[in-house]
């Protein structure tokens, strides 16, 4: 097992890492609309957390060589339903065809004050 941790994703903000490499897949923890430069939640509507929720992923994933592209399974946690539509119009011009597997749940609560957490696994095998 190796950590995965890089400056230009928010560092984890419990005993948690970034990600972990474990053999032939990338684990990313759940990552939030977090600038990574000032460690402040981003002030935006749910696509422009979506987008930097998503650019946090990225950023994790290429600390490992890997990119989006390679995600086989995305977990998408949404504080409103009410928002599923705008979050999936981001998450559809970030991801790429063959879309990962995915899930998206309406939780109560989040660790921090955000409206979208999104955690994936991504292949890490050279194809």
């Given at each position: ?27 990313v ?28 992923v ?11 592209d390679d995600v086989?399974?995305a977990?998408v ?13 981001v998450?559809?011009?970030?991801m ?10 309406q ?12 955690e ?8």
């Amino acid at each position: 097992m190796e950590e995965l941790s890089t400056d230009d994703a928010p560092p984890s903000i419990g005993p948690f890492s970034q990600g972990i490499r474990d053999g032939d897949k990338i684990y990313v923890s759940g990552q939030g609309p977090i600038d990574p430069e000032t460690g402040d939640i981003i002030d935006g509507d749910v696509r422009e957390q979506t987008e930097r929720t998503l650019e946090n992923v990225e950023a994790v994933l290429a600390s490992a060589g890997k990119s989006l592209d390679d995600v086989v399974k995305a977990t998408v946690f949404v504080m409103d339903m009410d928002d599923y539509d705008d979050i999936n119009d981001v998450y559809g011009e970030y991801m790429s065809d063959p879309y990962p597997a995915r899930s998206a749940v309406q939780v109560a609560d989040l660790p921090v004050d955000i409206d979208v957490e999104i955690e994936v696994v991504a292949s890490a095998t050279d194809d």
